[in-house]
């Protein structure tokens, strides 16, 4: 049996932590162990942690200055020993068989993802919306046609280590996004499990504000940085070509449309050149590339103009 390992990071998730160690620990799957990463936390985390620790030697704990969930992950990778990893946030759990069923599956491929559940506040479960594809992945996936979680993944070490693909720490926002982009575009195999096998706690939703609208430039800066690293990548040219239109005449323009019309009711004077200029930047590019995705995107932007028209009626 080769070495699983998990990667959590923790910082201030006591109200889930035990629930979420407990998930990798009660694995059918035994050959494992568990690099937990406290970035910082301020809250009962470390004690949780200790308490673990000290019944199930499986158990790497280090501490560490608070610096992003990219840095906690990137130390993880860096101290994993097993020939496989996989990432768990704090407050996320497995299914019992989830390692299992995953180290079962990804055969001679270098990464493997399944499907995962939303848990909402009151412990309701719903099955997240997904594809389950194989192979190269890479265009549906910028596509939104297969949407993997970040905990879903079984994914070489080697791989990881051999192409230094880690998590962008400059991000706090689409880091995750970053990162499984790349690693699809280094790889044209991947392996699925149809099955959903972790859970996704959803919390209160924030209220919308201005912060929302701002994600769109954090969108944007990490998808540029996406197009920046496939300029620079040897990969086939016309994959590479399909890829930046996927992002140029979908992703981009989705972003863009979809962030502001949740917001539109929350739009003011201060909010209106952003909007101007982002419409006009990057809507006209929206191209029938998508199937129905492309043509809602396409009405909702048209809804957005309008709106934006009656907006400006009342701010002149």
Request: hydrophobic share 40%.
């Amino acid at each position: 049996m080769e070495l699983v390992t998990v990667i959590i990071t923790v910082f201030n998730k006591e109200k889930d932590l035990s629930s979420s160690i407990k998930s990798v620990l009660n694995q059918s799957y035994q050959n494992l162990e568990i690099v937990i990463i406290n970035d910082g936390s301020t809250d009962r985390s470390e004690e949780i942690i200790l308490n673990f620790q000290v019944k199930d030697s499986r158990i790497k704990y280090i501490k560490q200055k608070n610096q992003g969930v990219s840095a906690a992950r990137n130390t993880g990778i860096e101290l994993a020993q097993g020939k496989y990893l996989s990432f768990l946030d704090a407050d996320d759990y497995f299914d019992p068989f989830f390692i299992e069923k995953m180290v079962g599956k990804i055969g001679k491929c270098t990464a493997c993802y399944c499907g995962h559940y939303f848990v909402y506040p009151d412990n309701r479960k719903k099955k997240s919306w997904q594809n389950f594809l194989k192979g190269d992945v890479l265009e549906e996936y910028l596509l939104n046609k297969c949407s993997p979680h970040t905990n879903s993944w079984l994914i070489s070490r080697d791989f990881l280590m051999l192409n230094n693909l880690f998590f962008e720490v400059v991000l706090d926002w689409g880091e995750d996004m970053l990162f499984f982009a790349k690693l699809m575009a280094l790889n044209t195999e991947l392996q699925c499990v149809e099955e959903y096998l972790t859970f996704y706690r959803l919390g209160v939703s924030d209220s919308l504000s201005t912060t929302d609208i701002n994600k769109i430039n954090k969108d944007i800066l990490w998808l540029n940085m996406y197009m920046k690293f496939l300029n620079e990548t040897d990969i086939d040219i016309s994959r590479k070509q399909r890829v930046l239109e996927s992002i140029n005449n979908y992703r981009l323009p989705a972003l863009v449309v979809y962030q502001l019309w949740s917001n539109r009711n929350l739009l003011n004077k201060d909010d209106f050149s952003l909007v101007h200029n982002e419409m006009e930047r990057y809507i006209h590019n929206i191209k029938l590339n998508n199937g129905l995705r492309s043509i809602k995107l396409y009405i909702y932007s048209l809804f957005l103009k309008f709106h934006i028209i009656k907006l400006k009626g009342r701010l002149m």
